[in-house]
Nanobody, 126 residues
Framework: QVQVVESGGGLVQAGGSLRLSCTASGLTFGDYSMGWFRQYPGKEREGVSCINWSGARTYYVDSVKGRFTISRDNAKSTLYLQMNDLKPEDTALYYC???????????????????WGRGTQVTVSS
């Protein structure tokens, strides 16, 4: 079973930056695409960005394109999300997950639906 631990969230002013990390276990990390999701209160969890197994291919939803950068370190089984120019609408609980693949049609589909870490809270004040 895949287990992930997200960290790096916090409170930041609009325009600020945060770097999220996600450490995964229970899988051969370098074999899988990985993704970041976020969830607003009372809303469904939604995909934000993904990266393929090698890091050569990435995908971002339009709302974060140009501000967020996803990366990974397979030797450390760790996924990152560098978030710059943060906006109040980025305030959410952020999760990571292994994915079936990384593309427009796959970024929103975790490998193990219903199995999530605790997430890390990002709060952006205006």
């Amino acid at each position: 079973q895949v287990q992930v631990v997200e960290s790096g969230g916090g409170l930041v002013q609009a325009g600020g930056s945060l770097r999220l990390s996600c450490t995964a276990s229970g899988l051969t990390f370098g074999d899988y695409s990985m993704g970041w999701f976020r969830q607003y209160p009372g809303k469904e969890r939604e995909g934000v960005s993904c990266i393929n197994w090698s890091g050569a291919r990435t995908y971002y939803v339009d709302s974060v394109k140009g501000r967020f950068t996803i990366s990974r370190d397979n030797a450390k089984s760790t996924l990152y999300l560098q978030m710059n120019d943060l906006k109040p609408e980025d305030t959410a609980l952020y999760y990571c997950a292994a994915l079936m693949g990384c593309s427009y049609s796959e970024y929103n589909y975790p490998l193990e639906p219903g199995r999530w870490g605790r997430g890390t809270q990002v709060t952006v004040s205006s």
